[in-house]
């Protein structure tokens, strides 16, 4: 990948300016540059590395370790047999980027009681695993029509403030870079969303800022209905077990997942536990926490150690008659992982609001109206709508 430009203060001009770089930020402009190999293309992430939720943490204090801590696996559903979506999963499918997860889903229905899932938005049609870890994915699916490396990756780079005059798109980085485009795509709605004011610590949405109320219809549209969406926050705790750690029966599939019905996370605070197996036959575990006491409790804390030692003992509870899972020692290593904004929640944005031509802006990701809102599916479909979009704009 090219260099990064997160330290010297400078200008950057390009042709496009990709937002975000997640899954959805990599479909686009893997099929951009299918089509546009002389346009100078740029992608601005606030992360180390490509993938956003879709995220493999690559300890640097716990050696060997890989634990998908976003999202582990992903469906795809497309009960509307759309054919653009179709194709390009095929496509995945047949480079060897994804295959089919036949992983276990249980269903914990109380501690002792184990039900296969039968009804869940995240299983429904066909789940896949990455043929690597999920950040590797994103880089797969960039790179493969990336060979002559058209796009600059900039990373660790928080962009703060954007600027549209003499229709040019100026972006401003937390560090002071600035960043010109003909041409912008937001993968993520950070920009665009109330809750940026907070992690951003400004006091007007930057989109806003830039197309000022009733100077667009769409603009405003878009941001009205993003003013009514929400975002469901979590924590993800990661659990690197000893040595000797495994199950009580011979599973040998890489992966296994434990659902928890809703009165045994409200009693446990556990959304999720999936158990990941690494290259070393050591068995990592992680824990994804969605319950908001529980998460505001932590954040307003002052050390880690108490809400450790909780994980730990909600998780021997939890599992303390199970058939399956054994007991933690409690001397465990354990890491965690604060998402600042998860799945999106209630009003998804309509995909008529994708594209506004006037302002030479596109817009793509799960918090769009579409089949996989909230989902991986949804990021894919809505980065693939729009650069059809896109490239029928640019005829």
Same mark, same amino acid.
């Given at each position: ?80 047999? $759309? *054919? &653009? +979506?179709?194709?390009?999963?095929? @496509?995945? !499918?047949?480079?060897?980027? /994804? ?89 993520? $709605? *950070? &920009? +665009?969303?109330?809750?940026?004011? @907070?992690? !951003?610590?400004?006091?007007? /949405? ?89 998460? $505001?409790?932590? +954040? ?96």
């Amino acid at each position: 990948m090219s260099a990064n430009f997160k330290i010297k203060k400078s200008n950057f001009s390009y042709d496009l300016l990709i937002i975000g770089g997640g899954i959805s930020a990599c479909v686009f402009a893997s099929k951009y540059i299918q089509n546009n190999l002389t346009k100078k293309i740029a992608l601005i992430e606030v992360g180390r590395g490509l993938g956003g939720r879709s995220s493999t943490r690559i300890s640097k204090r716990f050696k060997g370790w890989k634990l998908n801590h976003g999202a582990p696996n992903f469906n795809i559903s497309n009960s509307k047999n $759309n *054919l &653009l +979506l179709k194709n390009y999963i095929n @496509k995945l !499918l047949e480079n060897k980027f /994804i295959k089919i997860d036949d992983s276990e889903l249980i269903s914990l229905c109380d501690e002792t009681k184990l039900e296969s899932i039968k009804k869940n938005e995240f299983y429904c049609g066909n789940n896949y695993l990455s043929s690597f870890s999920m950040s590797e994915l994103s880089k797969k699916i960039i790179g493969f029509d990336n060979l002559k490396g058209k796009i600059d990756f900039i990373f660790e780079t928080l962009i703060l403030d954007l600027n549209f005059n003499n229709d040019e798109w100026t972006l401003t980085s937390k560090n002071g870079n600035k960043f010109k485009s003909k041409y912008i795509i937001c993968t993520t $709605n *950070l &920009l +665009l969303h109330k809750r940026g004011l @907070k992690i !951003l610590n400004i006091n007007q /949405i930057p989109l806003r800022k830039a197309i000022p109320k009733n100077k667009d219809k769409n603009i405003d549209l878009l941001l009205n209905f993003l003013d009514k969406q929400s975002f469901i926050p979590r924590l993800t705790f990661l659990i690197y077990t000893n040595e000797n750690y495994g199950y009580k029966d011979f599973y040998s599939q890489k992966y296994r997942y434990f659902y928890l019905t809703k009165s045994l996370e409200n009693r446990y605070k556990f959304e999720r536990i999936i158990f990941q197996l690494q290259d070393d036959n050591k068995l990592g575990i992680v824990v994804h926490t969605k319950n908001i006491d529980f998460i $505001n409790s932590y +954040l307003n804390a002052e050390n880690d150690d108490f809400y450790k030692q909780k994980i730990f003992t909600n998780f021997n509870q939890l599992f303390s008659n199970n058939s399956l899972v054994n007991q933690l020692t409690c001397n465990e290593d354990i890491s965690i992982m604060k998402w600042r904004a998860s799945q999106p929640s209630g009003c998804g944005v309509p995909l008529s609001l994708q594209f506004i031509r006037k302002y030479r802006i596109g817009f793509c990701g799960d918090w769009f109206e579409c089949e996989g809102f909230g989902r991986v599916e949804g990021s894919i479909l809505s980065a693939l709508i729009l650069e059809e979009k896109f490239k029928k704009s640019l005829k």
